[in-house]
Structure formats: structure tokens, C-alpha cells
């Protein structure tokens, strides 16, 4: 076996943006320990209406009952553990799973097992008090987005972000509908070469706006931000800048969100405990799911919301905005000259200058030569504590 | 056992044209043993026509505002206790009263996020008040969504109050009237966008669905409590359960008053024995009476509060003979099975019946 690299990150040492057995353990004591988004209310709006998610190590399935209630279960069949429910769908009254027909009923109770008499005479009485239903799970509701957690009796999702929740936006999100180009698509997919904590320390990062991005974000006032933890939490909340700020109504991308009073406008932008990140704006509320999928592949699915204003409304503010001189020189414009099409740095999108910061930051994890030179104090503050909550959480789970 | 201690009434309001509510002074030393949790009730003890008579009456007052116990009390045609509360008593009378008791509470506490659903009607707003302010206050972050059932506008109790606390909490307090015999005026036809829109009709499957459906939960951890007269409860109770919803998310509180079934007819003047704290007594059931009522009327103290068949604390076990109870709100079918009957509702089916009190 090779020598483990021991270089540290800030926290962490850099094996842990690395190696499969990090990502084994963060599965197990971070991504199975916490409330995992798992979508917005409305994808399970109808009673019978279900979603399944992986959170961690666990598949989970949503279901809303007829009183109109969400039940969470572990999407595994009692008798051989295969998965019950595909993606998405509507349930009858009952849930069989497709190997042997096993039968549950929506409270996950087991109701039917074909040849019982002949092949379980084992299993006597009454099937749901056999022991053989499925396992419970929790699911709640936060600011308009669906959590799971894999434990039935789990601390209240109030427990877990109740701390945070004072520094988040005004935005009313319930009021709001979801934009994308495709049904049933997030608005933006990607899969990023980099370990998920990448991609996390690079959302939280106060310090690469005014550079990497400065010609992309730069129509918020990074000098103004304001940003610190709460719990597990990251918030952070920034203002537009004055010239933006002076004619947003006219100059925002689409109509601003009226639930956010006047004096409240600007990007509040925080990270929610361990995988979640939102972005609410003055005309678009986001979420920013980063899912692991290997030590150095992770995958971005980020879901837009706007206000709920008809076609035409939107178009007009579309194009008004368009038109609009303050996008002459802010938010658009590569950080160096090229090809937009084939050159992140140079695409005016902000994402892609984030994607390939990551990607490049992640290549050089394996280069013998790899250190952290130096830490800014104020700016990469929140890079070194999301590093330290993690090793708490792993460190407080791993010896129980 | 059944203490009674006496309580000063501080304060009487009139709530509607025939209901009151009834304050009582509690003083410093008794703060501990008078503790109670938000849906409990109060039982209290009268003389009245030479009877010793006990009632209870939920409070409706909350545990964690500094203000008095408070019961809401509404005539019953015919009934003893209720007009007496209504019409004989005055501000500075003292009343017997036992300490708190109940089952039908809800654990509050301020980290919950939960939504409760409140279905109350007549009456029955008594514990539910005291649940939706207690919980409105402690828990800031939970959700109400409430029905609240009665004959007409007028015969709504505590108006003000859900008025008030609608106002306060409008973020995360709901409230639907529903009126099964709502007064139309003439001046109806101008109709104010201020007049409180309402349901008509009693509170029955339909309106439970409907309501569930247009305020589903947003907390997911919801429970669901029912209090009201005679047959409200089951149809609320049913509708949930036909919705789904888990039973051990139902709470139900019964203030007694129907009897289910036929009537039976008593054996006349059988012969009850009876063990009671060590002594053994054998006496006749004149008619009409009830096993409890025949010893209490022999000067004994057989333990019960409120004589509605709903508590429980009259229980005893049958050991020879038969009994009927006329009001079985508390014992379950296994009980009954095993033997066991509540006191206050039993008459004698057999020519002979001996019970003990355990
Ligand atoms: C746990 C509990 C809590 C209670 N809380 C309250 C409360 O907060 N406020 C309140 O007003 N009452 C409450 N009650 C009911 C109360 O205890 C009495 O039963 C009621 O006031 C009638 O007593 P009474 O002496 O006036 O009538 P009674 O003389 O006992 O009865 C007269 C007639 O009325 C019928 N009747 C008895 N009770 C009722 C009833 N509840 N509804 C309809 N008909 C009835 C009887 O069958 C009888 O025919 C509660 C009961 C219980 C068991
Ligand atoms: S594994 Fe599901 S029925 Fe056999
Ligand atoms: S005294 Fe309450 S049930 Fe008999
Ligand atoms: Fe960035």
C-alpha cells in the first residue's frame, strides 16, 4: 500500500478529498446522520403521490397519505431487501414489491405475502405484527423543501436548522414556481470532477468573488457581505451594488420576488448542513443539491424558482432587462479574453468559472507538491469550519 | 384519595346567553398540587336538593400564562350542575374542588414543530382552547388548523378570545366556524367582507375531509384532538380514520351525555354486595339508581369524579351477577370482557350482583 498522504487541507487531511474510504465514511456518519433534500413539497402534491431519493447510504421513498400527511419509509422489501418503488409515480392503495409480491400498505405495513400457509408457517397471527414491516423513516417540511432522515425518530428538522433559519431571506418560496427549460429537468445538471467538499468550500468561499468572478458577479456588493454559522450552518447575505440596486425593478433578469420588502434585496446565499445549498436573489430562489458520487465526481442539480407571474409578464421583464445599460458592464463578462463557447474563463457564467476553479483545485490534490500556502483570515474562514464541522460529525458518530 | 379543596371564585363571565365561565382564586401554597397541563379538567362537588353531586369541567385557561384557573361551564336542559353554575352562583363563593386530572393533553414544549389539528363543537372548546393558546405561546414555530362547531353565531364561546388570538397568530393559526343552524338577518343582503365566513352544516365526514385538504399539514408531525358533545366525536374520529390517519395520532375527550343503545331494564331491588376499602356491604338498589349511587346515598365513599362514565375512577370489578352501563366511555371491549365496569353507570341485571373495588 502506498504511503497516505497527510498533507492537510485546512482540517482535514487531503486523503479526504481523495480516497474512497473518506467519502465510505462521510456516507455513513454524515450523509446518514442528517435531514437530506430530498425535493420541493410540490413533487409529492397529491395524496398518492411518491418520490424516491438516495440519501446516503439509504433509498427513501415520500408518500402522502390520504390525509394529506407524508409518511418516509426505506424503499427495501422486508422479505430480500430488493427496491420497492422506481423514481417517481402515482401508488394505488398498496406497494408490492416486483420479485416475489410481497404487499405493503401505504403506513408500510405488510398485508400480503402469496403461499403464506404453505411456504411461511412460521409467520403466524396477524402479517403487520409479524414484524416484517417496512422500516420508517422521517420525512418534514423546511421553507418549502422536503427532508428525509433515515431514523423514524429523528430530531425535529426545527432541532437541526432552526438556528440558521433567522438568517435566511424573506423570500415567501411556497409562492413561487419552479423554472426549467425541460419538464421534469432541474434547470441546471452537472457532474463536476471534483470531491463534494470542493465544490462545498468553493460555495461558501468569500474570497474568490471579487476574482474569479469579477466580471460575473460582480453586480453584488461583495465588500458589504455579512456572513457566519449557526449550528452546522453557513449563512451569508450580500446587497446589490448602488448601481443595480438604484434601478433593479427595471435592470432584474425576471420580476422581482415581492415577498422580499425593498430595503431586504440581495443575495442571501446559504449553506445548509452537509449537502444543501440555497440562493435566494432578488428575482430567482435556488436550490444547489451536491450529491458524491465518487472521492473525486460529484454531481450539481440546481432547481430555480421565480415569481408566479403570467408568460407574458415574464417575457417583458425578460427583455426589459436585456436592453438594460447596467449589463453593459456588469454580471456577463469573461475574466479573460476567448472563446466563450469553449473556454469556461472565458464564458461570462459564473458556474463554469466555478466548475473549473473545482476541477483544476481537485487535479492538484494529487501532486506531490500539493500544499495550502496560506489561509485568508475573513474570507476563507467558512472553509476551515465546514472542515471542522465535518470532523465533528464523523468523529461523534464513528464510536457509537 | 379524592380530596376536595376549597376554591374562591374570583371571577364570572358571561360567555354566551347560556354559558359562563368561572374563575378561582388559587392560593400560593396549593400552586404545586393544582399544576396542570394544558386539556385536564376540574371536578367539583356540590350539595344540591340534599345530593352530594361531582362534575367535572375542563379548564380552559392555559398552564403557561400567569392567569387563574378558568372552567367554561354551558347549561345542559334539564341538568343539575350546569344551571346551578350558571344561575346560583356568585363572585367570593367558595367551591369544592379536586385537583386536576385528565388524560387528553398534549406534550407542549417549545422546540416542537408540529402541526395540530383542533375539532371541537359546543362546549367541547373548553380543553381545546386551553390547548391552542398553550400551544400558540409555547411553540412558535407550530402550526393550527381548528374547526369549531356550533348552532349559530351566538352560541360561540370565547368569541373574543379566538378573534384575538386569530389576529395575533395569523401565520400559523387556522380557524373555520362551522354552524349547523347559522342566523340570517335581513341585513345579510349587504353582507361586509369583515363578516367571518363559515360553514354550514355540522362538523361530519365531508367537512373533515375538505378542511384536511384545503389546510394539509406543513409540519409533518400532526395530531389530531376532538372534543365535543354526543356523537361529533365518533364521525370526526371516523373521518380521520378513513383518511388514514394513524390512531395514535387521535386524542378524544367526552364530556358524557348520550347514552348508546336501548335502555335496559334494572333487576328491581336487587341485592348489591359490595367491597369497599375492607368492609364488605350488602344493600338494596332502590330504582333508578346506580350501583355508586346506592352506596354514596348509604353514606359510603366508593372513589368517583365524574359520575359521566368517561374517567373511570368508579371502576370495579363484577364478580358475581350481572350489571348494564348505560354510558361506557372509558373501558375498552377487553375490560368489559374481563369484568370490569364503571360504577357510576351501572344498574343491576341479575336479582343478586357483588363488586369489588380494587
Ligand atoms: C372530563 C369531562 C370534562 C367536562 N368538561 C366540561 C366543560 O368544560 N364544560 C361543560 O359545560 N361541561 C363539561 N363536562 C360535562 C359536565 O361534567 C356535565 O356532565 C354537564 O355539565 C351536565 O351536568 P348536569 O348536572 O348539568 O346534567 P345532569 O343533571 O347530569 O344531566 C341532565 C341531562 O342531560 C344529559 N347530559 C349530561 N351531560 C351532558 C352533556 N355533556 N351534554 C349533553 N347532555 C348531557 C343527561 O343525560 C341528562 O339527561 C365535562 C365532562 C367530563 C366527563
Ligand atoms: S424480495 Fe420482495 S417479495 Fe421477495
Ligand atoms: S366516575 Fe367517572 S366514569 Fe364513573
Ligand atoms: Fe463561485
Same mark, same amino acid.
Given at each position: 500500500?502506498?504511503?497516505?498522504?497527510?498533507?492537510?487541507?485546512?482540517?482535514?487531511?487531503?486523503?479526504?478529498?481523495? &480516497?474512497?474510504?473518506?467519502l465510505?465514511?462521510?456516507?455513513?456518519?454524515? /450523509?446518514?446522520?442528517?435531514?437530506?433534500?430530498?425535493?420541493?413539497?410540490?413533487?409529492?402534491? +397529491?395524496?398518492?403521490?411518491?418520490?424516491?431519493?438516495?440519501?446516503?447510504?439509504?433509498?427513501?421513498?415520500?408518500?402522502?397519505?390520504?390525509?394529506?400527511?407524508?409518511?418516509?419509509?426505506?424503499?427495501?422489501?422486508?422479505?430480500? %431487501?430488493?427496491?420497492?418503488?422506481?423514481?417517481?409515480?402515482?401508488?394505488?392503495?398498496?406497494?408490492?414489491?416486483?420479485?416475489?409480491?410481497?404487499?405493503?400498505?401505504?403506513?408500510?405495513?405488510?398485508?400480503? =405475502?402469496?403461499?403464506?400457509?404453505?411456504?411461511?408457517?412460521?409467520?403466524?397471527?396477524?402479517?403487520?405484527?409479524?414484524?416484517?414491516n417496512?422500516?420508517?423513516?422521517?420525512?418534514?417540511?423546511?421553507?418549502?423543501?422536503?427532508?428525509?432522515?433515515?431514523?423514524?425518530?429523528?430530531?425535529?428538522?426545527?432541532?437541526?436548522?432552526?438556528?440558521?433559519?433567522?438568517?435566511?431571506?424573506?423570500?415567501?418560496? +411556497?409562492?413561487?414556481?419552479?423554472?426549467?427549460?425541460?419538464?421534469?429537468?432541474?434547470?441546471?445538471?452537472?457532474?463536476?470532477?471534483?470531491?463534494?467538499?470542493?465544490v462545498?468550500?468553493?460555495?461558501?468561499?468569500?474570497?474568490?468573488?471579487?476574482?474569479?468572478h469579477?466580471?460575473?458577479?460582480?453586480?453584488?456588493?461583495?465588500?458589504?457581505?455579512?456572513?457566519?454559522?449557526a449550528?452546522?450552518?453557513?449563512? /451569508?447575505?450580500?446587497?446589490?451594488?448602488?448601481?443595480?440596486?438604484?434601478?433593479?425593478?427595471?435592470?432584474?433578469?425576471?420580476?422581482l420576488?415581492?415577498?422580499?420588502?425593498?430595503?431586504?434585496?440581495?443575495?442571501?446565499?446559504?449553506?445548509?448542513?452537509?449537502?444543501? %445549498? =440555497?440562493?435566494? %436573489? +432578488?428575482?430567482?430562489?435556488?436550490?444547489?443539491?451536491?450529491?458524491?458520487?465518487?472521492?473525486?465526481?460529484?454531481?450539481?442539480?440546481?432547481?430555480?424558482?421565480?415569481?408566479?407571474?403570467?408568460?407574458?409578464?415574464?417575457?417583458?421583464?425578460?427583455?426589459? &432587462?436585456?436592453?438594460?445599460?447596467?449589463?453593459?458592464?456588469?454580471?456577463?463578462?469573461?475574466?479573460?479574453?476567448?472563446?466563450?463557447?469553449?473556454?469556461?474563463?472565458?464564458?461570462?457564467?459564473?458556474?463554469?468559472?466555478?466548475?473549473?476553479?473545482?476541477?483544476?483545485?481537485?487535479?492538484?490534490?494529487?501532486?506531490?507538491?500539493?500544499?495550502?500556502?496560506?489561509?485568508?483570515?475573513?474570507?476563507?474562514?467558512?472553509?476551515?469550519?465546514?472542515?471542522?464541522?465535518?470532523?465533528?460529525?464523523?468523529?461523534?458518530?464513528?464510536?457509537? | 384519595?379524592?380530596?376536595?379543596?376549597?376554591?374562591?371564585?374570583?371571577?364570572?363571565?358571561?360567555?354566551?346567553?347560556?354559558?359562563v365561565?368561572?374563575?378561582?382564586?388559587?392560593?400560593?401554597?396549593?400552586?404545586?398540587?393544582?399544576?396542570?397541563?394544558?386539556? *385536564?379538567?376540574?371536578?367539583?362537588?356540590f350539595?344540591?336538593?340534599?345530593?352530594?353531586?361531582?362534575?367535572s369541567?375542563?379548564?380552559?385557561?392555559?398552564?403557561v400564562?400567569?392567569?387563574?384557573?378558568?372552567?367554561?361551564?354551558?347549561?345542559?336542559?334539564?341538568?343539575?350542575?350546569?344551571?346551578?353554575?350558571? !344561575?346560583?352562583?356568585?363572585?367570593?363563593?367558595?367551591?369544592?374542588?379536586?385537583?386536576?386530572?385528565?388524560?387528553?393533553?398534549?406534550?407542549?414544549?417549545?422546540?416542537?414543530?408540529?402541526t395540530?389539528?383542533?375539532?371541537s363543537?359546543?362546549?367541547?372548546?373548553t380543553?381545546?382552547?386551553?390547548?391552542?393558546?398553550?400551544?400558540?405561546?409555547?411553540?412558535?414555530?407550530?402550526?393550527?388548523?381548528?374547526i369549531?362547531?356550533?348552532?349559530?353565531?351566538?352560541?360561540?364561546?370565547?368569541?373574543?378570545?379566538?378573534?384575538?388570538?386569530?389576529e *395575533?397568530?395569523?401565520?400559523?393559526?387556522v380557524?373555520?366556524?362551522?354552524?349547523?343552524?347559522?342566523?340570517?338577518?335581513?341585513? !345579510?343582503?349587504?353582507?361586509?367582507?369583515?363578516?367571518?365566513?363559515?360553514?354550514?352544516?355540522?362538523?361530519?365526514?365531508?367537512?373533515?375531509?375538505?378542511?384536511?385538504?384545503?389546510?394539509?399539514?406543513?409540519?409533518?408531525?400532526?395530531?389530531?384532538?376532538?372534543?365535543?358533545?354526543?356523537?361529533?366525536?365518533?364521525?370526526?374520529?371516523?373521518?380521520?380514520?378513513?383518511?388514514?390517519?394513524?390512531?395514535?395520532?387521535?386524542?378524544?375527550?367526552?364530556?358524557?351525555? *348520550?347514552?348508546?343503545?336501548a335502555?335496559? !331494564?334494572?333487576?328491581?331491588?336487587?341485592?348489591?354486595?359490595?367491597?369497599? !376499602?375492607?368492609?364488605?356491604?350488602?344493600?338494596?338498589?332502590?330504582?333508578?339508581?346506580?350501583?355508586?349511587?346506592?352506596?354514596i346515598?348509604?353514606?359510603?365513599?366508593?372513589?368517583?369524579?365524574?359520575?359521566?362514565?368517561?374517567?373511570?375512577?368508579?371502576?370495579?370489578?363484577?364478580?358475581?351477577?350481572?350489571?348494564?352501563?348505560?354510558?361506557?366511555?372509558?373501558?375498552?371491549?377487553?375490560?368489559?370482557?374481563?369484568?370490569?365496569?364503571?360504577?357510576?353507570?351501572?344498574?343491576?341485571?341479575?336479582?343478586?350482583?357483588?363488586?369489588?373495588y380494587?
Amino acid at each position: 500500500m502506498s504511503e497516505k498522504n497527510k498533507t492537510m487541507m485546512h482540517e482535514l487531511p487531503v486523503e479526504a478529498y481523495t &480516497s474512497q474510504e473518506w467519502l465510505d465514511m462521510e456516507m455513513k456518519y454524515i /450523509f446518514s446522520k442528517t435531514w437530506q433534500f430530498a425535493g420541493f413539497v410540490e413533487d409529492v402534491a +397529491e395524496p398518492g403521490d411518491y418520490i424516491s431519493v438516495q440519501a446516503g447510504l439509504n433509498n427513501i421513498f415520500i408518500v402522502k397519505g390520504r390525509d394529506h400527511r407524508l409518511r418516509a419509509f426505506h424503499n427495501m422489501c422486508r422479505h430480500r %431487501g430488493t427496491q420497492l418503488l422506481r423514481a417517481v409515480g402515482k401508488a394505488k392503495k398498496a406497494i408490492s414489491c416486483p420479485y416475489h409480491d410481497w404487499t405493503y400498505d401505504l403506513e408500510g405495513k405488510l398485508i400480503s =405475502i402469496p403461499k403464506r400457509e404453505e411456504e411461511f408457517p412460521q409467520l403466524k397471527g396477524e402479517l403487520h405484527k409479524c414484524g416484517l414491516n417496512l422500516h420508517e423513516a422521517s420525512v418534514d417540511i423546511f421553507k418549502g423543501m422536503l427532508f428525509v432522515h433515515p431514523d423514524k425518530d429523528a430530531p425535529s428538522i426545527m432541532e437541526f436548522f432552526g438556528e440558521v433559519e433567522p438568517y435566511l431571506g424573506p423570500h415567501i418560496v +411556497e409562492d413561487l414556481v419552479e423554472y426549467s427549460e425541460n419538464d421534469n429537468e432541474p434547470f441546471y445538471s452537472r457532474e463536476i470532477k471534483a470531491n463534494w467538499k470542493i465544490v462545498v468550500e468553493n460555495y461558501i468561499d468569500h474570497y474568490h468573488l471579487a476574482h474569479l468572478h469579477e466580471g460575473t458577479l460582480n453586480m453584488y456588493d461583495h465588500a458589504r457581505a455579512e456572513f457566519g454559522w449557526a449550528g452546522p450552518h453557513y449563512w /451569508f447575505y450580500e446587497p446589490l451594488v448602488p448601481d443595480y440596486a438604484k434601478d433593479v425593478k427595471n435592470a432584474a433578469p425576471y420580476p422581482l420576488i415581492d415577498s422580499v420588502p425593498e430595503d431586504k434585496i440581495g443575495a442571501y446565499v446559504p449553506w445548509l448542513f452537509p449537502n444543501i %445549498g =440555497i440562493t435566494e %436573489g +432578488e428575482s430567482s430562489w435556488n436550490s444547489f443539491h451536491v450529491i458524491p458520487l465518487a472521492p473525486d465526481r460529484t454531481l450539481v442539480n440546481i432547481r430555480t424558482k421565480v415569481m408566479n407571474v403570467s408568460e407574458r409578464e415574464f417575457t417583458r421583464q425578460y427583455t426589459k &432587462s436585456s436592453m438594460h445599460k447596467l449589463w453593459s458592464h456588469y454580471g456577463n463578462k469573461g475574466k479573460y479574453e476567448g472563446d466563450p463557447e469553449t473556454d469556461p474563463m472565458a464564458s461570462g457564467d459564473f458556474m463554469a468559472e466555478d466548475v473549473y476553479a473545482c476541477e483544476q483545485q481537485q487535479k492538484s490534490l494529487y501532486s506531490p507538491k500539493f500544499q495550502v500556502g496560506a489561509q485568508a483570515q475573513r474570507g476563507e474562514y467558512a472553509i476551515s469550519k465546514f472542515q471542522s464541522v465535518i470532523k465533528e460529525w464523523i468523529e461523534k458518530y464513528k464510536d457509537q | 384519595m379524592s380530596k376536595f379543596y376549597k376554591l374562591q371564585i374570583t371571577d364570572l363571565r358571561k360567555e354566551t346567553a347560556d354559558s359562563v365561565s368561572v374563575a378561582f382564586d388559587l392560593p400560593y401554597e396549593l400552586y404545586n398540587e393544582f399544576n396542570y397541563k394544558a386539556g *385536564q379538567y376540574l371536578t367539583v362537588k356540590f350539595t344540591i336538593g340534599g345530593e352530594e353531586v361531582r362534575r367535572s369541567y375542563s379548564l380552559c385557561s392555559s398552564p403557561v400564562m400567569e392567569e387563574p384557573l378558568r372552567i367554561g361551564v354551558k347549561k345542559v336542559k334539564g341538568g343539575l350542575v350546569s344551571n346551578h353554575i350558571n !344561575d346560583s352562583l356568585k363572585v367570593g363563593d367558595t367551591v369544592e374542588v379536586m385537583v386536576p386530572e385528565g388524560r387528553f393533553t398534549a406534550d407542549i414544549k417549545e422546540g416542537n414543530y408540529k402541526t395540530y389539528y383542533l375539532f371541537s363543537a359546543g362546549s367541547g372548546i373548553t380543553p381545546i382552547l386551553s390547548i391552542l393558546r398553550t400551544v400558540l405561546f409555547r411553540e412558535p414555530r407550530s402550526y393550527v388548523h381548528m374547526i369549531y362547531g356550533n348552532s349559530n353565531q351566538e352560541s360561540i364561546m370565547f368569541q373574543n378570545e379566538l378573534e384575538q388570538l386569530q389576529e *395575533q397568530y395569523f401565520d400559523r393559526f387556522v380557524l373555520v366556524h362551522s354552524l349547523s343552524r347559522p342566523k340570517s338577518k335581513w341585513s !345579510d343582503l349587504w353582507k361586509s367582507s369583515k363578516d367571518k365566513p363559515y360553514l354550514k352544516g355540522r362538523i361530519d365526514k365531508k367537512t373533515v375531509s375538505r378542511f384536511i385538504g384545503e389546510y394539509p399539514p406543513y409540519a409533518q408531525n400532526a395530531e389530531y384532538y376532538i372534543c365535543g358533545p354526543g356523537t361529533m366525536i365518533q364521525n370526526t374520529k371516523e373521518a380521520l380514520k378513513d383518511m388514514d390517519v394513524p390512531g395514535e395520532r387521535i386524542f378524544t375527550e367526552s364530556f358524557g351525555g *348520550q347514552t348508546e343503545g336501548a335502555d335496559q !331494564d334494572a333487576w328491581e331491588n336487587a341485592t348489591l354486595i359490595a367491597h369497599l !376499602d375492607g368492609e364488605k356491604i350488602e344493600v338494596n338498589v332502590p330504582k333508578g339508581k346506580t350501583l355508586l349511587r346506592t352506596l354514596i346515598s348509604q353514606g359510603k365513599n366508593p372513589p368517583y369524579s365524574c359520575e359521566g362514565g368517561v374517567c373511570s375512577t368508579c371502576i370495579c370489578k363484577v364478580k358475581n351477577g350481572k350489571v348494564h352501563m348505560k354510558n361506557n366511555l372509558a373501558l375498552t371491549d377487553e375490560e368489559v370482557a374481563d369484568g370490569y365496569a364503571l360504577s357510576c353507570q351501572s344498574i343491576p341485571l341479575t336479582e343478586s350482583v357483588e363488586i369489588v373495588y380494587e
